[in-house]
């Protein structure tokens, strides 16, 4: 509904936009139709369920905000970038149709972004560069401080050292398990020491849990409590800040500044790449 409002069109079709909003109108319009025939059980039942439903549209369309730019969710993620020389590097790993890329080009006017994304998210319709530049040209942003890389955050094609900042909103906690620390490490590799790193994951909290009960509660098992900040440190980054949203946490975190690389070596493996045998 917010796309015809606000211009913006992020992809979500119906499902994660509207879908609350028609089910309490439908819920509405046969409890009306069938109210004197209705006992009182079911009367209070469907006024319940038409709050519930015309509630969750509201948490989606101005808590989850899904067809409008993400926000800044702290001012400290590169603070310090109005005195500092432009352009900025910031990439975004798992941009998709550019929400949270248009959130850092807004809160942070010189900086250039990477949107990387391999773009097989399903659930965003028209999944490709052309959505998120047209997105951009929405929010009044001159196309030249973006650049779109068709790629796979788990194998980032850039040097190490390559960029300032990085973020990611929703993307990583969608992979694999054991492919979360293979992006993180990417993440460490192509920031430089110093370099900040703003992640926000999916959180099952209240908010969610109303809107959308055990839908997306589908990978909530396999992440324990202090999973995220173990991952980051192991991958060479310092958490300096975490906070939540609704349906979501994020943590600010700051590449060493030593000159030391975070090394990742996928289990069984040794530092030279030859695999560990073991005796039976």
């Known amino acids: ?5 606000t211009g913006y069109d992020f992809g979500y079709g119906w499902f994660w936009n509207d879908a609350h909003l028609y089910l309490a109108l439908a819920i509405a319009a046969l409890a009306g139709i069938a109210w004197k025939h209705l006992p009182r059980w079911a009367r209070i039942l469907s006024g319940a369920l038409v709050l519930w439903g015309v509630a969750s549209f509201l948490i989606v369309q101005f808590g989850f905000r899904f067809n409008l730019p993400q926000v800044l969710p702290t001012e ?5 970038a109005a005195a500092r020389p432009a352009p900025i590097q910031v990439i975004d790993l798992g ?6 890329t248009i959130m850092v080009a807004r809160a942070r006017p010189n900086t250039k972004l990477t949107a990387l994304d391999n773009f097989s998210a399903e ?4 999944n490709g560069a052309a959505r998120i530049k047209a997105n951009f040209r ?4 001159e196309l030249n401080r973006l650049e779109v890389l068709p790629a796979d955050m788990r194998h980032i094609p850039r040097p190490d050292a390559s960029f300032d900042a990085a973020v990611s909103s929703y993307a990583i906690d969608h992979l694999r398990h054991d492919d979360i620390p293979v992006a993180l490490h ?3 590799r192509v920031l430089k020491p110093n370099g900040e790193f703003l992640v926000c994951l999916i959180a099952a909290d209240t908010w969610l849990k109303v809107v959308y009960g055990p839908l997306l509660m589908h990978h909530m098992w396999r992440v324990k409590p202090g999973f995220w900040e173990h991952e980051l440190n192991d991958a060479g980054m310092t958490v300096i800040e975490q906070g939540s949203q609704p349906g979501a946490k994020w943590f600010l975190c700051r590449k060493s500044p030593a000159n ?11 530092p030279n790449g030859t695999q560990e045998t073991h005796q039976q």
Do not use: C, D, W
């Not at 400290?76 to 310090?80: A, Q, V």
């Not at 030391?260 to 040794?270: L, V």
């Open 1 to 5: 509904m917010l796309t015809y409002l």
């Open 76 to 80: 400290h993620f590169l603070s310090e």
């Open 95 to 100: 941009s998709g149709s550019g929400r949270t």
């Open 123 to 126: 659930y965003i319709e028209n």
């Open 138 to 141: 929405n929010a009044g942003i």
């Open 186 to 188: 990417e993440v460490s």
């Open 260 to 270: 030391r690389e975070a090394q990742f070596h996928p289990a069984g493996s040794k």
